[in-house]
């Protein structure tokens, strides 16, 4: 049988798959009978599946981050796809082809690693170069950042999706930036570059996405400012000079502040014109991106409008 992707699953369809399995909970339904859920992805999306009358056998029987053999049918329950699963097991498969799970190939990630340090390369200011080069020449962090997603659901969640991200932004940044004269484009592109740093700490990624202990006590917003200021510390330690305090703090405002808002998490709003148009510049590719994401897993294939999507509290036009 050839593979069926998420992306392409119909409402009652056999499904007889492999998928990578994550946040899976064995929970009690409103009769006190036990199922699982867990969630399965591929290289196109991911889908929740459910088993009813589980055990905790069936829960004990594999981990988050293995490949499961999934067999049931594809239902499409108040607009998503979800698998009624009747059986759910840890694949023995030795033939599993891992391109089929990876949303970005390992050439698409070296082409954007390629062009972001490019870009970087070209910021002329001398105390923001030496902060540049800490991080690009520093092996362990860019094995990191190389690897990390931007996100668990919403936006860029998979691996790689961090570079991606960062790469978007930094084009965006090169486009809008010498619109507005006054803006400091070297620290624009340097704010955009660590403004989600901190989620190659704050995120879990081997190879299922979670949240790791210190992300959910702390933040990546914390977590970025953390890095920020370790890679400054090295800077000051190669060139045996202190780094301008100024400029360090617009830097760490960036970070900060990138959410825009106290309620969307940022403990401080935007206050400098680089830390504006990055909030702005940065939303506009989470959502753009959060949208095309949308309309590819619609599960009405036929309909020129996706389903409704209580999340952002309305359906989106495919054309």
Same mark, same amino acid.
């Given at each position: 049988m050839s593979r069926r992707f998420v992306n392409q699953l119909s409402d009652g369809e056999t499904v007889d798959q492999i998928f990578l399995a994550s946040e899976k909970q064995l929970r009690t339904n409103r009769n006190g009978n036990l199922y699982l859920q867990v969630r399965l992805s591929d290289k196109t999306g991911s889908v929740t599946?459910?088993?009813?009358?589980?055990?905790?056998?069936? $829960?004990?029987? $594999?981990?988050?981050?293995?490949?499961? @053999?999934?067999?049931?049918?594809?239902?499409?329950?108040?607009?998503? &796809?979800q698998i009624l699963a009747k059986q759910v097991k840890k694949s023995t498969d030795p033939n599993i082809d891992e391109a089929d799970f990876l949303t970005l190939s390992n050439t698409e990630l070296e082409t954007m690693l390629a062009r972001?340090?490019?870009?970087?390369?070209?910021? +002329?200011?001398? @105390?923001?170069?030496?902060?540049?080069?800490? $991080?690009?020449?520093?092996?362990? $962090? &860019?094995?990191q950042f190389r690897a990390a997603p931007a996100g668990i659901k919403n936006h860029h969640a998979y691996l790689g999706?961090?570079?991606? @991200?960062?790469?978007?932004?930094?084009?965006?940044?090169?486009?809008?930036?010498?619109?507005?004269?006054?803006?400091?484009?070297?620290?624009l592109l340097v704010g955009a570059f660590v403004h989600d740093i901190g989620k190659i700490r704050e995120l879990t990624y081997s190879p299922d996405l979670g949240y790791s202990t210190s992300g959910q006590l702390i933040g990546h917003?914390?977590?970025?400012?953390?890095?920020?200021?370790? &890679?400054? +510390?090295?800077?000051e330690s190669q060139t045996g000079e202190s780094f301008p305090a100024d400029l360090a703090d617009q830097?760490?405002? &960036?970070?900060? +502040?990138?959410?825009?808002?106290?309620?969307?998490?940022s403990p401080k709003m935007p206050m400098t014109l680089e830390a504006l148009a990055l909030h702005y510049l940065d939303t506009l590719d989470a959502k753009v991106h959060h949208f095309e994401k949308l309309i590819e897993e619609d599960p009405n294939k036929e309909s020129r409008w996706t389903v409704y999507h209580p999340n952002i509290g309305r359906k989106i036009f495919k054309g």
């Open positions: 599946a459910m088993l009813w009358n589980a055990h905790q056998s069936h $829960f004990d029987g $594999f981990d988050n981050g293995d490949y499961v @053999h999934v067999q049931g049918a594809s239902q499409l329950y108040n607009g998503n &796809m972001i340090v490019e870009i970087l390369r070209g910021v +002329s200011d001398p @105390h923001l170069q030496n902060l540049v080069d800490a $991080f690009l020449i520093d092996e362990a $962090f &860019m094995k999706g961090l570079a991606e @991200h960062v790469l978007s932004l930094l084009e965006l940044c090169l486009v809008v930036g010498p619109r507005y004269p006054k803006l400091n484009l070297d620290l917003l914390v977590q970025g400012v953390q890095v920020v200021d370790e &890679m400054i +510390s090295k800077v830097i760490r405002h &960036m970070v900060v +502040s990138h959410h825009g808002t106290l309620e969307f998490g």
